[in-house]
């Protein structure tokens, strides 16, 4: 399938209020997801309905006019990237702005039950580095946090991404007493392999039926155990996100932190995310949004489109605030992960 290409004029860059380059897009491809991990979805989640859903080409549509726009990162996240249909249409279609110089990466958030399929294909694509999440490498945990999943696939789609020569990242979520034990030794597991590992934090998102107090294990305490087993050497390494990192001396691998409950990484953010439904929100930990399909449909020009994008730029917040509500043990934010996109 041969996609639309964006306009050639080259419209203005976006900045925002507080003088930050927006150079970098997520985008949620769909909501839905194979796994159900406890923090993420409820177990009887209601998703949308598959008419709601911008088609393949409305996607390659919207992140064209992003990229033609200035940005110059773009993640396809999910619910899981990869259970959309057809999603690989989609990458081999945005690689053309890799190949032209318009983009530096393009590259995916996924759980890995796919990649055995998929890993040379994205490879083909231009994809560089992956992200993959994993909690756990003991299977009957990592069922229980799933719900659903099987490690054994998700072991086998990271030994396929790494045949394929993707770089991979692995991100654990640190849940209290699930696989706080366990995070020492999935370090050295990924160092052991050429992969870095960043631990983050549970976010208030979305209602899942599970006391988040329960599942919140800060990092501040998670690091001070490490540093009890681990030299951590500070490092200056950036990747344009939010995580910390520090240098694992015992092992020579990276260690990444993303603590958005216990630390503040607004003050660079240089991304926006856009969800399968066309919604662009300026900042994960808040509300506000700007519908980008109404006027992604109301033409076949971009310029209804750009001056959307334009606007909702003007409303970037300078930050999030997430806070978990400890009196009524709600969620922070209504909306899920899996919507706006991990
Ligand atoms: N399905 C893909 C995956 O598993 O990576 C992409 C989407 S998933 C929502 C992206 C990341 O968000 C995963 O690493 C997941 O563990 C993390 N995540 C989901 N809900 C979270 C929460 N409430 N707090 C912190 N991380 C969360």
């Known amino acids: 399938m041969e996609f639309e290409r964006a306009a050639s004029v080259h419209p203005a860059p976006l900045i925002d209020p507080f003088g930050r380059a927006i150079a970098y897009l997520r985008v949620s491809v769909t909501d839905r997801c194979d796994f159900r991990c406890v923090y993420c979805m409820a177990e009887d989640m209601t998703f949308l309905p598959k008419a709601d859903l911008l088609s393949l080409e409305e996607l390659d549509r919207l992140c064209s006019a992003f990229v033609a726009k200035g940005v110059r990162k773009l993640r396809l996240t999910g619910g899981e990237p990869l259970v959309r249909r057809g999603i690989m249409t989609l990458f081999r279609s945005l690689s053309r702005h890799l190949a032209d110089g318009a983009l530096d990466e393009l590259t995916l958030t996924t759980n890995g039950s796919q990649l055995p399929k998929y890993a040379s294909e994205l490879a083909a694509c231009g994809i560089k580095r992956i992200n993959v999440s994993l909690d756990t490498r003991d299977a009957d945990k990592f069922r229980a946090i799933t719900r659903w999943g099987e490690l054994d696939k998700v072991l086998a789609g990271i030994d396929a991404a790494q045949a394929a020569g993707l770089s991979v990242k692995i991100n654990t979520v640190a849940l209290k007493g699930v696989n706080e034990?366990?995070?020492?030794?999935?370090?050295?597991?990924?160092?052991?392999?050429?992969?870095?590992?960043?631990?983050?934090?549970?976010?208030?998102?979305?209602?899942?039926?599970?006391?988040?107090?329960?599942?919140?294990?800060?990092?501040?305490?998670?690091?001070?155990?490490?540093?009890?087993?681990?030299?951590?050497?500070?490092?200056?390494?950036?990747?344009?996100?939010?995580?910390?990192?520090?240098?694992?001396?015992?092992?020579?691998?990276?260690?990444?932190?993303?603590?958005?409950?216990?630390?503040?990484?607004?003050?660079?953010?240089?991304?926006?995310?856009?969800?399968?439904?066309?919604?662009?929100?300026?900042?994960?930990?808040?509300?506000?949004?700007?519908?980008?399909?109404?006027?992604?449909?109301?033409?076949?020009?971009?310029?209804?489109?750009?001056?959307?994008?334009?606007?909702?730029?003007?409303?970037?917040?300078?930050?999030?605030?997430?806070?978990?509500?400890?009196?009524?043990?709600?969620?922070?934010?209504?909306?899920?992960m899996s919507v706006t996109g991990g």
């Open 181 to 336: 034990d366990e995070i020492p030794s999935l370090i050295e597991w990924a160092h052991g392999r050429g992969m870095d590992l960043t631990v983050i934090e549970v976010m208030p998102l979305g209602d899942v039926g599970e006391q988040r107090l329960d599942q919140y294990l800060p990092l501040s305490m998670v690091r001070a155990r490490l540093a009890e087993r681990f030299t951590l050497d500070e490092i200056d390494h950036r990747t344009g996100g939010p995580a910390r990192y520090v240098r694992v001396k015992e092992t020579g691998g990276r260690l990444g932190f993303i603590t958005p409950l216990t630390h503040n990484f607004c003050e660079s953010c240089n991304r926006v995310r856009l969800t399968c439904t066309g919604t662009l929100y300026m900042c994960l930990g808040q509300e506000d949004a700007a519908d980008l399909r109404t006027p992604l449909r109301a033409s076949e020009g971009n310029e209804l489109l750009y001056a959307a994008i334009d606007e909702a730029i003007t409303r970037k917040p300078k930050g999030h605030d997430f806070v978990i509500d400890r009196r009524h043990k709600r969620p922070a934010l209504s909306r899920h």
